[in-house]
């Protein structure tokens, strides 16, 4: 087994064709198909359906494994690197949309004032979106709602955040600066999807105050619930940070009393050391949020 069967397999999981994933190595397909072909003699199971380009549930697991050696690999190269004083490489880092709408400028002004060597590929994604590709090794670090589903994950909290009612300044709520929980009882709404950590908590927070929320439509995404909301579609229970400035005047976050913040932090594998990239954008993301946080309303760092 050699790193080029690993490589040539992982392409073709990123690409879906052998063609596609040959295109994407800058060799040809006969190569690919060699590679993947010897990966499975040595291994004695099928990795890839032929016709499809699909997977195998084989080949699954040694993609995973993959991903972890090549990220293994990707830090050996930083690390060697940092010790000459010398930062410098790839880091993968998911965002949930409406922290990174904020705290993602933040962060590539800082990096490239302080960490010029440092590459950063943002993805951003729900938290339940996310988190797998942090588990396959997509991801070196994510910024997600806590906790999160699993215990394969270090986390380190960032910050909590209010969560508020976003009406339309015509709505006769909007002259009040709050609203209590059983106010919102049987209000039409725009809620996440169930499942998610925000209608979780959602949830949970309805139940102990003795309501139920009446769903307008159950969507998948806070971003998309904002966008939808500014559209004139229906009010949303919202993060605070998910109402932007210019939009202020026109609606109105009003605090919701009874309803709990929610958390945000950093999540990384437990398999592996974080490179040496990967701890700097982690220290640079505390250091932000704790500068960062008194140009947004709602957020409260955790120090």
Do not use: C
């Not at 590539?108 to 996310?130: C, K, P, V």
């Not at 986390?155 to 976003?166: G, K, R």
């Not at 709050?178 to 499942?195: C, E, F, I, K, T």
């Amino acid at each position: 087994m050699d790193l080029r069967q690993l490589h040539a397999l992982v392409a073709v999981a990123d690409t879906g064709t052998f063609s596609a994933a040959a295109d994407a190595l800058h060799t040809v397909q006969s190569n690919v198909s060699a590679h993947v072909a010897r990966l499975e003699k040595e291994l004695g199971v099928k990795l890839v359906e032929r016709a499809g380009g699909v997977l195998t549930p084989e080949g699954q697991v040694v993609v995973a494994r993959a991903r972890r050696v090549q990220g293994e690999l990707e830090a050996m190269v930083s690390d060697v690197a940092a010790l000459r004083h010398d930062v410098s490489g790839t880091v993968r880092l998911g965002l949930i949309g409406t922290t990174g709408r904020w705290l993602a400028p933040l962060l590539l002004e800082t990096i490239a004032e302080r960490h010029a060597g440092i590459q950063l590929a943002l993805f951003e994604g729900t938290s339940t979106s996310l988190e797998p590709q942090l588990a396959t090794g997509r991801l070196d670090l994510a910024v997600v709602n806590l906790p999160v589903s699993t215990t394969e994950f270090f986390t380190l909290p960032l910050f909590d955040e209010d969560l508020v009612l976003v009406v339309h300044a015509d709505d006769p709520l909007a002259r009040r600066r709050s609203v209590a929980m059983a106010d919102l009882d049987g209000m039409p709404l725009l809620l996440p999807m169930p499942g998610s950590g925000l209608r979780a908590e959602l949830d949970a927070a309805a139940r102990a105050a003795g309501i139920s929320f009446s769903a307008l439509a159950e969507l998948d995404g806070v971003r998309l619930i904002a966008s939808l909301t500014f559209e004139g579609n229906g009010p949303a229970i919202l993060p605070a940070t998910a109402v932007p400035g210019f939009l202020r005047e026109e609606w109105r976050s009003l605090a919701v009393e009874g309803l709990p913040r929610r958390r945000i932090g950093v999540a990384q594998p437990r398999r592996g050391l974080p490179s040496a990239p990967a701890r700097a954008v982690l220290r640079l993301l505390q250091e932000l949020v704790v500068g960062g946080a008194q140009d947004q309303p709602g957020i409260h760092p955790i120090t």
